[in-house]
């Protein structure tokens, strides 16, 4: 299918006076919504350097800042505190998060020719992804794509054989960027579809925690698993279309609509794990064989404003409606209901070098959301002060393992970071701070049952990034950099126990940038080192998809070392990465309880640019 679009020959294309096709990162332009929604003036193109290629698992993607099963393609849970984005109501389920594009992750573009970004990894231990984005010019005005993404892990703990699958996952979209060539009217409309589909290893088989040793805890492979049996899934299907007339410069109106169905499933046989199934439930209520659990949300959005510029200052105004329905196997929650909003967001922006913006949004039932952003060359800086609604799974649920009937207020959280932006010709420097406080919040206790917090929680940070650059040639600008992150975190307040969070968190780099074989081949080669301190993290419940507070299984502090090398020639990239090369010999680490952290591997990747 690749061979037939990419000779899918293109009705606008560009040529010199010699007919030589000019095509490149320079032609392609990549086009975000928030471009168009927000009038943005920004023009950007498809990434064509080294830095970074070898990360390729969500959790390298992700700055290691989530907590995972140990494997790519798993549920995630955000290590550090985020601020909900939505004030209105949610399903709950929100493990898979990290792998759904939203609307706004969605890159439209403008090539001018046929267009395919590939990219094929072949990870150690049965680890592998594809990331295939393919885009052509219809016409000047029209672009049609497609993309794929396909994740498959085969187990790290507990493996019955080869191809022993641990995750497969794949999303696929299809896209449309239309812009009217004489009227002011553009499009953005997009189809996808998400499946992910686990086998849940429960995490390793541990008889005696205290007393076990690294022996006990490293085998990996060879490791008892707690759950033999068990398969979630998760799939999402979503429509999105974004379209805009702009009457005049002062004055424009725009329609966002969507449509957002997602279903979630688990089931468990004690017929096939009749020696874990029993312990590891703490509770049977409906079935002592068999587990099955579902949940269906299903959401259709539309926002309706007006925008325009005003000299510098920008401006859009809108209202939002969002018609819900959500249903679980045992409990239907709620009856369909409607969501209304009405929000503004507002900017200022003055020679591309200060920018100041605010966004405020109110739901009819009183929860909402203000937020504001000031970035300069020197400083930068957000408030953001949000009311929100608790989810339905944390207030009714009854399943074979779990039953819960709450009634919670609405949680609050109000949080203030900053810093400073310092550059010289070698080093950069970027102090910042974050102090949030967080009443009323919700979250899963040491039994995994849904509870609200009445007392406060106060997570305080400090830390930023420091960057050394050394040239080594001049003319072809080799560097050495060294470039760090690193963060203090501290909980506080009679709520601090519910909120867990390493105290230390670092990140580093440090590797060569240069040119080799008279200067055709650029390559980067170095370390990325990844640690943090010890902590009581989450646990995880398959059965419900939920992250949970624990207080037995200590995760010490670790440092982990990735060795890479990457070139590249032309539009081609390749990678070679040694995964924790400083892996001690029947040890590891872990980094959630009972799912220890990626062992020692190597991983392959290639990413090829085609414009023709």
């Known amino acids: 299918m690749v061979l037939i679009f990419m000779s899918w020959t293109s009705m606008s294309q560009i040529v010199d006076d010699s007919t030589k096709q000019v095509y490149s990162t320079k032609t392609t332009k990549i086009v975000l919504e928030s471009f168009l929604k927000d009038n943005k003036k920004i023009e950007i193109h498809p990434d064509s350097t080294l830095y970074n290629l070898e990360k390729f698992t969500a959790l390298e993607i992700a700055g290691d800042k989530y907590q995972n099963l140990g494997n790519n393609g798993t549920a995630m849970f955000p290590m550090f505190y985020t601020v909900p984005n939505e004030i209105g109501r949610t399903s709950g389920f929100n493990a898979y998060n990290f792998y759904a594009k939203s609307s706004d992750d969605f890159q439209y573009y403008d090539t001018k020719s046929p267009f395919i970004n590939l990219m094929v990894v072949f990870g150690g231990e049965g680890r592998s992804v594809v990331d295939m984005a393919f885009s052509r010019n219809v016409t000047e005005n029209w672009n049609f794509g497609f993309d794929i993404y396909r994740i498959t892990s085969d187990k790290q703990i507990g493996t019955s054989g080869q191809q022993d699958r641990n995750v497969i996952g794949t999303n696929f979209d299809v896209y449309t960027y239309f812009q009217h060539p004489e009227k002011p009217y553009s499009l953005m409309a997009h189809v996808m579809n998400m499946q992910f589909d686990i086998e849940e290893t429960g995490g390793i088989q541990v008889d005696n925690l205290e007393l076990a040793t690294n022996a006990d805890l490293f085998q990996y492979q060879d ?237 305080s940070s400090i830390g930023g990034d420091f960057d050394l650059k050394l040239i080594t040639n001049k003319t072809y600008k080799d560097a050495l950099h060294f470039e760090n992150e690193f963060y203090f975190t501290n909980v506080s307040g009679n709520g601090a126990d519910n909120i867990r969070v390493p105290e230390l968190f670092y990140n580093g780099k440090l590797y060569w940038d240069g040119f080799i074989f008279k200067k055709t081949t650029q390559v980067e080669i170095g370390v990325n080192a990844h640690a943090q301190s010890g902590y009581y993290g989450m646990d995880y419940a398959p059965e419900v998809q939920q992250f949970y507070l624990q207080d037995e299984f200590f995760i010490d502090r670790y440092l982990t070392l990735d060795f890479f090398l990457s070139m590249k020639v032309q539009n081609v990239r390749a990678f070679l990465n040694w995964t924790y090369v400083n892996q001690p010999t029947d040890g590891g680490y872990f980094i959630t309880p009972y799912y220890p952290g990626q062992s020692q591997v190597t991983g392959l990747g290639v990413r090829w640019l085609f414009f023709d």
């Open 223 to 459: 490791s008892d698993i707690r759950l033999a049996d068990a398969q979630a899934n998760e799939n999402r299907r979503t429509l999105h279309l974004f379209h805009e007339y702009n009457w005049t410069k002062p004055l424009q109106f725009y329609h966002e609509f969507d449509v957002i169905r997602k279903k979630t499933g688990y089931q468990d046989l004690k017929a096939g794990s009749a020696s874990t199934y029993d312990s590891f439930y703490n509770h049977i209520l409906i079935d002592q064989d068999t587990t099955y659990e579902r949940s269906e949300w299903t959401e259709v959005a539309n926002e309706v404003g007006i925008k325009g510029d005003l000299a510098n200052l920008f401006y859009r105004i809108y209202l939002r409606r969002r018609d819900i329905d959500f249903d679980m196997l045992y409990l239907d929650p709620t009856a369909k209901f409607s969501e209304n909003f009405l929000g503004g967001y507002t900017r200022f922006d003055w020679r591309e070098k200060f920018n100041v913006e605010a966004q405020a949004e109110i739901l009819q039932s009183g929860e909402y959301k203000l937020i504001g952003n000031l970035n300069s060359d020197f400083i930068f800086g957000s408030y953001k002060s949000v009311r929100y609604k608790p989810s339905f799974f944390s207030e009714q649920y009854f399943g074979n393992h779990h039953e819960w009937s709450n009634s919670f207020n609405s949680a609050f959280v109000n949080e203030i970071s900053g810093g400073l932006q310092l550059k010289l010709n070698f080093l950069k420097i970027r102090p910042q701070a974050r102090i949030s406080t967080n009443d009323q919040f919700m979250y899963f206790d040491q039994f995994m049952l849904p509870r609200q917090s009445n007392e406060l929680a106060i997570l």
